[in-house]
T-cell receptor
């Protein structure tokens, strides 16, 4: 069974700092990996999707990398802002009908 | 939120009572999913549907049933609610490709 782990569980940084969130998964036979953002009391918003054949994806200040063979992904956030404060979830897909989620990293960016 | 509406958004119910949660989409997507989110577990798949009247079990399906009589509606029923079913429930939709879109969630408390 696929297990997804995210470290750290919580992170607090001053505004403007660059940061890295980590995600690891136990079974490298994945179709893709996604990073989501979740705000309190809200649903999930997809940030970046990396197909299994890709190494990284970028969107604005966000960059996600994937090393499938080692079962790791990182989400890099450049020049963090208070509006980036949220919980970030990593999820891997092993087929069309399920996503396996990590427990998330709660990020607080201090003004 | 990609045309997904969950109702109700909040519900408190008593142990042993039946509860139905509704997910309504306006995107005409083929796949619909129900997940639950609990502290320390991440999101876990309960049931999913791949078409009208076509459903299948996910990772944590015990105690839940689903129905999909129309493309746009996917109902999750707890036949006899238990305290262990206190959770936040998320509906998601997709076209079977890698991207899934999530609703805002329903917070269910069983007392």
């Amino acid at each position: 069974k696929q297990e997804v782990t995210q470290i750290p569980a919580a992170l607090s940084v001053p505004e403007g700092e660059n940061l890295v969130l980590n995600c690891s998964f136990t079974d490298s036979a994945i179709y893709n990996l996604q990073w989501f953002r979740q705000d309190p009391g809200k649903g999930l918003t997809s940030l970046l999707l990396i197909q299994s054949s890709q190494r990284e994806q970028t969107s604005g200040r966000l960059n996600a990398s994937l090393d499938k063979s080692s079962g790791r992904s990182t989400l890099y956030i450049a020049a963090s802002q208070p509006g980036d404060s949220a919980t970030y979830l990593c999820a891997v897909s092993t087929g069309a009908n399920n996503l396996f989620f990590g427990t998330g990293t709660r990020l607080t960016v201090i003004p | 939120d990609a045309g997904i509406t969950q109702s109700p958004r909040h519900k408190v119910t008593e142990t042993g009572t039946p509860v139905t949660l509704r997910c309504h989409q306006t995107e005409n997507h083929r796949y619909m999913y129900w997940y639950r989110q609990d502290p320390g577990h991440g999101l876990r798949l309960i049931h999913y549907s791949y078409g009208v009247k076509d459903t299948d079990k996910g990772e944590v399906s015990d105690g839940y049933s689903v129905s999909r009589s129309k493309t746009e509606d996917f109902l999750l029923t707890l036949e006899s609610a238990t305290s262990s079913q206190t959770s936040v429930y998320f509906c998601a939709i997709s076209e079977g490709g890698p991207e899934a879109f999530f609703g805002q969630g329903t917070r269910l408390t069983v007392v």
